[in-house]
């Protein structure tokens, strides 16, 4: 026989439930209630003793706030604990944004369905777990999406956005994004992501937030600091693998007395967030690994190490590990490099007799291009024909029509151009049907490593080549002292020809690669590099004996 309800210990409970959802007015309190995490045990409630910085980040109500981290600081889960607070408390759908749709759906699988299924509270306010994109509770919904997907960003409003790794993103597509939120009143938008270079992604949104940095009270001298490097980080070795390393320790910059690993949780308790900027509409927030109380400082000072030998290990150092922009030496082309290539003329109207000249054009608002003269050495101990070739840049200048491309190819006699083959695609193929066989558009994309280009059909006009490894080549004359320029090239060209910077990093498997990045017009830079490309391809079009000049 069923034991009998107890209603008064049934309203009770009920009546106390119900006050303690009223006593709940901030995320972070919201997280402490109802957030479960795994343990060894199963199952434990959201803490923050690992990651104190967050509280007051949970808690804010600016419309846009912007986290500029190193990896693993907590700023993920915060950003999951708003997305639930959000629709349970402040009844908002959310929107959370990864770089792809791969990531959208690992992220779903990996972290969203995992704080459901622990937390009971969570299993009962979603209805709806099954579709890993759009997650139903109630009238609520929470919409997991990749950023290059633009139809997967603009429909359904939201309240609440959130945009994981902002750098890996597609930049464009995040403006589109935020329409999602301009229907509403009450409206609030995270960014977070751990940085790569100056003025791209997440810097140049926190360089125009408030700029917060994660003070606290130093154990040692009472005095209000932060954790900085190199001054508040102890090396104890010389080597990676010395175990001495192990002895490594944090120091407060102020007095230098040691802040002990174990004690930090504790420590950075009752730390606050200091902004640099208080007059400023977006909140910004950076907090790097040396605060972290689970990374050990010598494991830190492990990366260092290696960093000294190693760019793919400097650039994650300052990024991953510092939460911080950084290139480089050698990653970015100087204004004193490419003043220093100025010859003694000016640019030129016409192409001189018997030589072979190139052009190369990017597409944008306006078209950039730039036309050259390569000069062949007699000897050389490689068949690669751009490093037998120097170049002397003719003229670089811009034109506002496709047509205008015909007057230079046939004023300068230019017997290989490569083009953009985007955003101007029917354009592009139209003025490569017009100067039949010596026009081949340029598509940067998979199918061709290193310095090869790999040729389409002959009646397609394109080519697909290595983004990367040609931006190498081309930009690389400036070091090598392989190309002269007009005295008279522009300032937008040298801009523009310092726009784009290498960025190390490393894939899926741990190996290292590169990849130019750029926070600023760049144009000059790719039509120079699709005129070198088109001293191969024309190489291989015409044949040795058409690129013979004199030396």
């Known amino acids: 026989m069923p034991k009998p309800i107890d209603l008064r210990k049934l ?23 109802y957030r479960m995490m795994p343990s060894k045990g199963g199952a434990t409630h959201w803490s923050f003793d690992q990651f104190p910085w967050t509280r007051d980040m949970h808690n804010s109500s600016d419309e846009l706030c912007v986290g500029q981290k190193a990896a693993q600081m907590g700023f993920t889960e915060m950003c999951l604990n708003k997305c639930f607070y959000s629709i349970d408390i402040e009844g908002q759908s959310v929107l959370y944004v990864l770089p792809t749709e791969g990531n959208a759906n690992n992220f779903s699988s990996s972290r969203f369905d995992p704080a459901l299924e622990l937390s009971p509270h969570l299993q009962q306010l979603f209805s709806d777990v099954k579709n890993k994109g759009h997650k139903r509770a109630g009238g609520c919904n929470l919409f997991v999406r990749g950023s290059k997907s633009k139809s997967g960003l603009k429909s359904d409003p939201v309240g609440r956005m959130f945009f994981d790794e902002v750098d890996e993103m597609d930049q464009n597509n995040i403006t589109l994004a935020f329409e999602r939120m301009s229907g509403q009143v009450a409206r609030q938008a995270w960014m977070i992501s751990t940085p790569t270079i100056d003025g791209k992604g997440i810097n140049a949104f926190f360089q125009d937030s408030t700029q917060e940095h994660f003070f606290f009270k130093c154990p040692c001298c009472s005095k209000l600091t932060e954790l900085v490097f190199p001054e508040c980080l102890v ?21 230098k007395g040691t802040i002990p690993h174990a004690d930090k949780s504790q420590i950075l308790k009752s730390g606050i967030w200091v902004p640099s900027h208080s007059d400023r509409l977006t909140r910004g927030f950076h907090v790097n690994q040396l ?22 290990d400097e650039q994650e150092f300052y990024n991953s590990k510092m939460g911080l922009t950084h290139a480089v030496e050698g990653a970015q082309l100087s204004e004193k490099q490419i003043l220093s290539r100025k010859g003694g003329y000016t640019s030129q109207d016409c192409s001189p007799p018997n030589s072979f000249v190139t052009m190369g054009v990017d597409v944008g608002k306006w078209i950039h291009y730039e036309i050259d003269q390569y000069i062949f050495k007699k000897q050389g101990l490689t ?32 017997a290989s151009c490569v083009i953009d083959h985007q955003p101007e695609t029917r354009m592009a193929m139209n003025f490569a049907n017009r100067i039949d066989g010596r026009v081949h558009l340029c598509i940067y994309g998979n199918g061709a490593s290193g310095k090869t280009v790999r040729m389409h059909a002959e009646e397609e006009h394109r080519v697909t080549v290595d983004r990367t490894s040609w931006l190498d080549m081309s930009l690389g004359r400036f070091r090598a002292e392989t190309i002269k ?44 590099n699709y005129a070198e490309i088109a001293l191969q391809v024309g190489a291989t079009a015409f044949g040795s004996q058409d690129v013979e000049s004199p030396v």
């Open 11 to 33: 309203l009770a409970e009920r009546i106390a439930n119900g006050l303690h959802r009223k006593s709940i007015t901030t995320c972070s309190s919201w997280a402490e209630a």
């Open 235 to 255: 090396i104890t070795a010389e080597d990676p693998n010395d175990k001495a390393l192990l002895d490594t320790h944090i120091i407060c910059k102020e007095c």
């Open 291 to 312: 605060y972290s109380c689970r990374l050990d400082p010598w494991k830190i000072a492990q990366l260092w190490l290696k960093a000294q030998t190693n760019q793919t």
């Open 383 to 414: 068949n690669d024909i751009n490093l037998l070739a120097d170049c002397r840049v003719l003229k670089a200048g811009k034109v506002e029509h496709f047509e205008e491309l015909d007057a230079l190819m046939h004023r300068y006699r230019v």
């Open 485 to 528: 320029l007009p005295i008279d090239i522009s300032q937008e060209y040298i801009d523009h020809l310092q726009a784009p910077v290498r960025v190390y990093k490393r894939d899926q498997n741990g190996n290292p690669y590169g990849v130019y990045e750029n926070t600023r017009d760049d144009h000059y830079a790719h039509a120079r």
